[in-house]
T-cell receptor, first 117, second 110 residues
Framework: NAGVMQNPRHLVRRRGQEARLRCSPMKGHSHVYWYRQLPEEGLKFMVYLQKENIIDESGMPKERFSAEFPKEGPSILRIQQVVRGDSAAYFC???????????????FGQGTRLTVV | KQEVTQIPAALSVPEGENLVLNCSFTDSAIYNLQWFRQDPGKGLTSLLLIQSSQREQTSGRLNASLDKSSGRSTLYIAASQPGDSATYLCAVVGNDKIIFGKGTRLHILP
């Protein structure tokens, strides 16, 4: 059972381009969480999704950022018209059920490091 | 709103010493607490997870305790080694969200 897979591991985009970050959850996991880590900062919650539904997007910037988790395929975090301040590590986690259930744990991927030049 | 604070922000100790990293959180309504390790430019490695009903967990030289009522957790590292140098992150789970502290950057001096 492979872990949470994120790709690409490193992504370089010029200002104004679009960035698409992909996250394949662990097998059997239907809950996905995206986090952003700015340099020298902790991880900040962005969005929580279940298959085909956004459950909590309270941490998502209001503009340019969107996320989806379709019925088939990986979860996608999309950043339009990237700016230098979007440079960060973006981590995805998945869990088999709602966090807070007995023995439900989230597992993290290795992250995608986005650099905007 | 849950806030997680880790003290100290950075720590340098000689090899072989025992050390304690501290984590505090403002809302005691948590499901569990987890300690992670992060090496520079790398992902997260889960070290220990403590369910809210538990008081501590141990793995090798690591021991983590949880006092929900006071909103505190400690990570104890015994007989530290240079390979323990990393950033240690404390995270609490509540309301389908994991809230992280900013971490403690640990440097073990050979």
């Amino acid at each position: 059972n492979a872990g949470v897979m994120q790709n690409p591991r490193h992504l370089v985009r010029r200002r104004g381009q679009e960035a698409r970050l992909r996250c394949s959850p662990m097998k059997g996991h239907s809950h996905v969480y995206w986090y952003r880590q700015l340099p020298e900062e902790g991880l900040k919650f962005m969005v929580y999704l279940q298959k085909e539904n956004i459950i909590d997007e309270s941490g998502m910037p209001k503009e340019r950022f969107s996320a989806e988790f379709p019925k088939e395929g990986p979860s996608i975090l999309r950043i339009q018209q990237v700016v230098r301040g979007d440079s960060a590590a973006y981590f995805c986690a998945s869990s088999p059920g709602s966090l807070g259930g007995t023995n439900t744990e989230a597992f993290f991927g290795q992250g995608t490091r986005l650099t905007v030049v | 709103k849950q806030e997680v604070t880790q003290i100290p922000a950075a720590l340098s100790v000689p090899e072989g010493e025992n050390l304690v990293l501290n984590c505090s959180f403002t809302d005691s309504a948590i499901y569990n607490l987890q300690w992670f390790r992060q090496d520079p430019g790398k992902g997260l490695t889960s070290l220990l997870l403590i369910q809210s009903s538990q008081r501590e967990q141990t793995s090798g030289r690591l021991n983590a305790s949880l006092d929900k009522s006071s909103g505190r957790s400690t990570l104890y590292i015994a007989a530290s080694q240079p390979g323990d140098s990393a950033t240690y992150l404390c995270a609490v789970v509540g309301n389908d969200k994991i809230i992280f502290g900013k971490g403690t950057r640990l440097h073990i001096l050979p």
